[in-house]
């Protein structure tokens, strides 16, 4: 059986194009091809091994129609696809108006008609739902620039800010309101839907209705944790009639065909669900259904190929649990080029790595090592890439996650830890000492890898302590993790020793006068940092005063203010042993950063002058462990721009495992006092990274909530 | 006794946002409120966990699962062995008889641990009678 599916970006927004072909690998016992299709080249989700056979490009549905038509047939005449399923909300009204052409030349596909798309969308649910009667959050489709504010001030901050497809964020007064409008939807180009935000317990429900419009399956979902985003990281399965007869009675009403999934709220003290939100299509955790023993993906590939449909409509297991985490991969780069040059590839059939390479480590050593920063759930701390790194290096026996939190995904995830113990959140090192001497007592630990910037403090004040205990280290002074940080960095010693390799031009504002002063003197766009994280980009004097309010509403008293460069993003990554040398050093170009500024997809570069001037940089800083520079390239000046250098493994390090260089193993052997060969990292290979649901025993999310402790392997 | 994990959670699943009322009225439908019944003939009314719910062990870590609210509840052992029992249907009586055999105490700390777990699970409209 052929199957296409849409849907393989969306990097931490997923689409769902991943969970659906995961659950048709798993539910669908005929032998199966999957075809990913998707609008932009790095589709990371598709990437993933094992998920699609072959990787095609389809123009973007925006693009004019028949090209999109031409290319699927074009690509149906060479593979002859038994099903399509549209998996993108940006396509499905597409897909929904190519259905008739589409099942003439034989593809199958399970679409609502299009009226019945553009009645649920989203700048129509308000006015559907008030029509219907149905219980729901107010909510105000707004396209006119004049009445955002109006409407907003009637509904009452804090409010839901909705594009009009999938993406949505919290505005919590008037100036965020209009920055979070411009930025998810585009506007006033395009509306946005503001909707009362209801406190209470917030479910899912996913459906899938067959051709005669007979429910072929149906799952609910109660959400157990959600991001600062607002996106259900976690789910169970539930049992809820509420919801259920809520969806019976929904679709009476109206006449679907297909996938469906709808978010509620239900309010405390109330057993009647209120209608969120709607999108037309299979959710990123429909994996879940599989698990739950309802495989929904599965029951509409089976309705479309009119296998003998099952007599009752199965019933979910309740009790089944997801949690979002990530996972990673490397594409060759040749692959890559041939979909950018004729529009397909193979898919990423490979199991085993690229460079799992132990020639100058012969022995199993069994070396233990515990690392912190295993969590996705806001943010993809490093500790994840650290981990799959290590693991891939026969010299590590075991591998420990140190967490900080119940969801951090890596503690679930057996293929990057074996056991995962929560860490205390707190600011006393002795209780971070008292809590690591009590895991090193039940499982020794060789080397410790701190992830995280905002604890190493903690570590440092602790390391002789550790180093006692026989745990190794590889830690900066703090001398040296000051020196790096951006007030010093920016202000204190800027010459990096070449011309070409700069920083740039800095002025620190200490109220938003100064902004004004430096927009002033830089004479163009600037960029606002905090002194930690964050940066926003103020184009005009009139922007100043959101960028100030932005950085002093987190407590600073003074931002970093540069001149606006664009350019390429480049990272260079290497690990310093104590005699401050680079032992390694990876420099990667950016392919695709989320939104919140994490690395999804990157290309390994080579430029040695850049490396040499970092690592002489950190040599003169006095540098020990890893570090990360993140630069800026300026390709018409041929210049870098020092951005920033993170004290710590970066984001996208497991990368390094599979070039062959594995920063995270050099870090261990250096903690142990080891001097490892300097190799040159592979330049083929391009980093993938999506999001993946896993599935979680609730038992053991209990068991680290209670005990501290989950064990994945032994 | 027991220990309700979503508490002990970093985020809970809600908006941080204030309630507000909807546009439209709907009318409240009560259901699963507790019967508030206290066993009067405790060793003739046999008692059990209503369908939704779920225990399971795994180590040393029991739960209670919520099947209809998707809650997790952590045990101890004193909760493991009463959940257990009711599982199975069990008068008040011979809940306090699993109390005695499996723990050292007195008669009337075991009586009056199991009312005050019995009257919790009622009221959180956890267990039903067995016809």
């Given at each position: 059986?052929?199957?296409?599916?849409?849907?393989?970006?969306?990097?931490?927004?997923?689409?769902?194009?991943?969970?659906?072909?995961?659950?048709l690998r798993a539910g669908l016992t005929a032998d199966l091809t999957i075809h990913a299709l998707g609008y932009d080249p790095v589709m990371t989700s598709a990437w993933m091994p094992?998920?699609?056979?072959?990787?095609?490009?389809?123009?973007?549905?925006?693009?004019?129609?028949?090209?999109?038509?031409?290319?699927?047939?074009?690509?149906?005449?060479?593979?002859?696809?038994?099903?399509?399923?549209?998996?993108?909300?940006?396509?499905?009204?597409?897909?929904?108006s190519l259905a008739s052409v589409l099942r003439k030349v034989g593809i199958r596909l399970l679409v609502p008609e299009p009226a019945w798309i553009s009645r649920l969308s989203r700048a129509n649910l308000p006015d559907f739902?008030?029509?219907?009667?149905?219980?729901?959050?107010?909510?105000?489709?707004?396209?006119?620039?004049?009445?955002?504010?109006?409407?907003?001030?009637?509904?009452?901050?804090?409010?839901?800010?909705?594009?009009?497809?999938?993406?949505?964020?919290?505005?919590?007064?008037?100036?965020?309101?209009?920055?979070?409008?411009?930025?998810?939807?585009?506007?006033?180009?395009?509306?946005?839907?503001?909707?009362q935000i209801v406190a209470g317990e917030e479910f899912s429900a996913a459906v899938v209705v067959g051709r005669e419009g007979r429910l072929l399956g149906q799952i609910t979902i109660r959400k157990l944790a959600i991001n600062d985003n607002g996106e259900g990281e976690c789910g169970a399965v539930v049992e809820d009639p509420w919801i259920e007869q809520f969806v019976q009675d929904f679709l009476k009403v109206i006449d679907w065909r297909g996938p469906l999934v709808m978010d509620f709220v239900r309010p405390?003290?109330?057993?009647?669900?209120?209608?969120?939100?709607?999108?037309?299509?299979?959710?990123?955790?429909?994996?879940?259904?599989?698990?739950?023993?309802?495989?929904?993906?599965?029951?509409?590939?089976?309705?479309l190929m009119e296998t003998p449909e099952q007599p009752a409509i199965p019933r979910p297991r309740p009790g089944a649990v997801f949690l979002h985490g990530v996972s990673e991969a490397t594409v060759p780069a040749s692959t890559l080029a041939a979909l950018e040059k004729v529009g397909s590839a193979q898919g990423n059939h490979r199991r085993e790595l690229f460079s799992v390479d132990d020639a100058d480590s012969?022995?199993?050593?069994?070396?233990?090592?515990?690392?912190?920063?295993?969590?996705?759930?806001n943010m993809i701390n490093p500790g994840l890439g650290v981990a799959r790194a290590l693991r891939r290096a026969p010299e590590i026996g075991k591998v420990y996650g140190l967490n900080y939190g119940t969801f951090d995904s890596g503690s679930y995830q057996a293929n990057l830890v074996d056991e995962a113990f929560r860490l205390p959140i707190t600011d006393s090192p002795r209780e971070l000492l008292a809590r690591i001497r009590e895991i090193h007592a039940r499982r020794p630990i060789d080397v410790l890898i701190p992830c995280l910037d905002g604890e190493l403090p903690r570590f440092f004040a602790i390391r002789d302590e550790l180093e006692a205990l026989g745990i190794a280290l590889l830690l900066p002074s703090e001398q040296a993790f000051e020196r790096r940080e951006k007030l010093n960095l920016?202000?204190?010693?800027?010459?990096?020793?070449?011309?070409?390799?700069?920083?740039?031009?800095?002025?620190?504002?200490?109220?938003?006068?100064?902004?004004?002063?430096?927009?002033?003197?830089?004479?163009?766009?600037?960029?606002?940092?905090?002194?930690?994280?964050?940066?926003?980009?103020?184009?005009?004097?009139?922007?100043?005063?959101?960028?100030?309010?932005?950085?002093?509403?987190?407590?600073?008293?003074?931002?970093?203010?540069?001149?606006?460069?664009?350019?390429?993003?480049?990272?260079?990554?290497?690990?310093?042993?104590?005699?401050?040398?680079?032992?390694?050093?990876?420099?990667?170009?950016?392919?695709?950063?989320?939104?919140?500024?994490?690395?999804?997809?990157?290309?390994?570069?080579?430029?040695?002058?850049?490396?040499?001037?970092?690592?002489?940089?950190?040599?003169?800083?006095?540098?020990?462990?890893p570090a990360e520079g993140e630069f800026l390239y300026d390709e018409q000046n041929d210049r870098f721009y020092l951005l920033e250098i993170n004290p710590r493994f970066t984001g996208w390090i497991a990368f390094s495992g599979e070039t062959g260089v594995n920063h995270p193993l050099v870090a261990v052997k250096a903690a142990l006092g080891e001097t490892p060969a300097p190799r040159k990292p592979r330049t083929d290979l391009i980093f993938m990274r999506s999001s993946y649901a896993i599935e979680v025993d609730p038992v053991r999310l209990a068991s680290l909530s209670v005990n501290g402790q989950v064990i994945n392997n032994g | 006794m027991i220990t309700t994990i979503k508490n002990l959670l970093r985020k809970a699943a809600s908006d941080s946002g204030v309630s507000t009322a909807?546009?439209?009225?709907?009318?409240?439908?009560?259901?699963?409120?507790?019967?508030?019944?206290?066993?009067?003939?405790?060793?003739?009314?046999?008692?059990?966990?209503?369908?939704?719910?779920?225990?399971?062990?795994?180590?040393?870590?029991?739960i209670l699962i919520d099947n209809q609210s998707g809650s997790i509840t952590a045990c101890n052992d004193t909760a493991w062995l009463l959940l257990s029992l009711l599982r199975e249907g069990a008068t008040f009586g011979q809940l306090v008889d699993g109390v005695l055999q499996a723990f050292d105490i007195g008669e009337a700390q075991a009586r009056e641990d199991t009312r005050w777990f019995f009257n919790h699970l009622d009221t959180l409209g956890y267990l039903e009678k067995v016809a």
């Open positions: 059986m052929r199957i296409a599916i849409t849907g393989f970006g969306g990097l931490d927004l997923p689409d769902s194009g991943l969970s659906v072909a995961r659950a094992g998920v699609a056979d072959f990787v095609h490009r389809l123009p973007r549905p925006d693009e004019r129609e028949g090209r999109l038509l031409a290319r699927l047939l074009a690509l149906h005449e060479r593979h002859g696809f038994d099903v399509l399923i549209p998996c993108v909300d940006d396509d499905i009204a597409v897909f929904s739902v008030f029509e219907h009667q149905i219980l729901a959050p107010a909510s105000i489709y707004v396209s006119d620039p004049e009445r955002l504010r109006p409407e907003a001030e009637r509904l009452r901050f804090p409010l839901l800010v909705k594009n009009e497809t999938s993406r949505q964020q919290i505005a919590t007064n008037a100036q965020e309101l209009a920055t979070v409008a411009a930025r998810l939807g585009g506007f006033p180009d395009k509306g946005v839907i503001l909707q405390q003290g109330s057993t009647q669900p209120w209608l969120k939100d709607i999108q037309c299509r299979f959710p990123s955790w429909i994996i879940l259904s599989h698990w739950a023993g309802v495989n929904l993906p599965a029951q509409l590939v089976s309705a012969p022995d199993r050593r069994g070396i233990s090592v515990a690392v912190t920063g295993i969590s996705s759930f920016f202000t204190g010693d800027r010459d990096l020793g070449a011309d070409d390799v700069t920083m740039p031009r800095t002025f620190i504002a200490y109220s938003l006068n100064d902004i004004y002063r430096a927009i002033s003197q830089f004479g163009g766009p600037v960029a606002v940092k905090g002194p930690l994280f964050g940066c926003v980009r103020v184009d005009s004097p009139d922007e100043a005063p959101k960028a100030w309010k932005t950085f002093s509403q987190q407590g600073e008293d003074r931002v970093i203010v540069q001149p606006w460069v664009a350019g390429e993003m480049i990272a260079v990554a290497t690990v310093c042993d104590r005699n401050h040398k680079a032992l390694s050093v990876m420099t990667a170009r950016k392919l695709a950063n989320c939104h919140r500024g994490s690395t999804w997809s990157a290309e390994v570069v080579s430029f040695p002058r850049l490396e040499a001037v970092f690592t002489g940089f950190l040599e003169r800083i006095e540098w020990v462990g | 909807s546009t439209l009225g709907f009318v409240e439908s009560p259901a699963r409120s507790p019967s508030r019944r206290t066993p009067r003939d405790p060793d003739q009314i046999r008692y059990t966990l209503h369908r939704w719910l779920e225990i399971r062990r795994d180590g040393d870590t029991r």
